[in-house]
C-alpha cells in the first residue's frame, strides 16, 4: 500500500487504503444464487465472470471493492472532480491553515487554443511554432502572476487580515490537498468519463494514474472495463 504516482509539476495521487480484490467482487456476484464459496477455486471462472459482470453492466459486485486515495491538485481540477457525487472527500481548508505558494503553470506544449468545435475544450493539433513561442512567453507571465498573487497574500497575513478572506486573492492553479474514498464501480464510472479523451488533460492524468493504482488490487476488474470501453 501508500504507492504513489506524480501528477502535472507539483500533484500527486497515492493511494493509501483499500478493501477488497478481484475476489470480493466474484463472491459478491456468486452469493445470489448461493455460491460465494466458489469465489478463489477456479482463476479462470472467476476471470470469465468478472468480465461477463462488466461488459451485461451487472456492477453491483464491484461495489465490494472501496479505495481511499490522497490527492493533491489544483483547485480547478478539484472543481471538477467534485461533481462526482459518489466520492467522499475530506479537503486541506485554507480557513485553517496558510497555504504553501505552489501552483500550477501547464506545459506550452499542453495549452493550445480554444476549440472552435467544443466550447469546453482546447485545441492541441493547432499550435504552430509561431504559437508556442507566444505559449512560452505567456505561461511564464501566468507564474510571475502567481507569485504576485501569493506576495498579496502572505502580505494580507502579516496585516492581521483572516485566512478565510486573504485566500480570496489566490488564483485556481493554487494547489490543494484531500483524502477521497470510492468504491470500485464508482470509480470505474469516474474512469468511463475521466480518461476520456474528451476530458480536459489537467484531471485526465489523475484519472489514468489513479487506474494504474487500482490495477494493483483488482487488476481482472480493471482489464475488464478496458476491455469493455
Known amino acids: 500500500m501508500d504507492e504513489k504516482i506524480d501528477v502535472l509539476d507539483h ?12 475476489l470480493s467482487v466474484s463472491r459478491a456476484a456468486r452469493v445470489s444464487y448461493d455460491a460465494a464459496w466458489r469465489a478463489g477455486e477456479d482463476e479462470g471462472s472467476d476471470t470469465r465472470l ?3 459482470l462488466w461488459k451485461n453492466r451487472h456492477t453491483s459486485p464491484f461495489e465490494a471493492v472501496e479505495f481511499q486515495f490522497e490527492v493533491k491538485a489544483p483547485i480547478f481540477v478539484f472543481r471538477q472532480w467534485h461533481r462526482h457525487r459518489t466520492w467522499s ?29 467544443s466550447k469546453q475544450a482546447r485545441d492541441i493539433e493547432e499550435t504552430d511554432g509561431k504559437i508556442l513561442v507566444a505559449r512560452r512567453v505567456e505561461a511564464s507571465m501566468m507564474r510571475q502572476h502567481c507569485e504576485q498573487a501569493f506576495a498579496l497574500y502572505r502580505e494580507l497575513l502579516a496585516n ?7 485566500r480570496s486573492v ?4 493554487t494547489y490543494s490537498h484531500m483524502f477521497a474514498k470510492i468504491d470500485l464501480r464508482n470509480l470505474l464510472g469516474f474512469l468511463d468519463l475521466r480518461c476520456d479523451p474528451h476530458a480536459q488533460y489537467e484531471i485526465r492524468v489523475y484519472a489514468e494514474a ?10 481482472v476488474c480493471i482489464s475488464a472495463w478496458e476491455g469493455a470501453r
Not at 492581521?160 to 486573504?166: D, I, Q, T
Not at 489513479?210 to 487488476?219: D, E, F, S, V, W
Open 89 to 117: 472527500f475530506n479537503e486541506l481548508s485554507a480557513r485553517y491553515r496558510e497555504l504553501p505558494e505552489e501552483f500550477y503553470v501547464p506545459d506550452p506544449a499542453q495549452i493550445g487554443v480554444q476549440s472552435t468545435s
Open 50 to 52: 468478472i468480465r461477463y
Open 160 to 166: 492581521g487580515w483572516p485566512r478565510e478572506l486573504a
Open 11 to 22: 500533484g500527486f495521487v497515492r493511494l493509501v487504503d483499500s478493501m477488497g480484490s478481484d
Open 170 to 173: 489566490l488564483p485556481v492553479n
Open 210 to 219: 489513479m487506474q494504474k493504482l487500482a490495477r494493483t488490487i483488482a487488476p
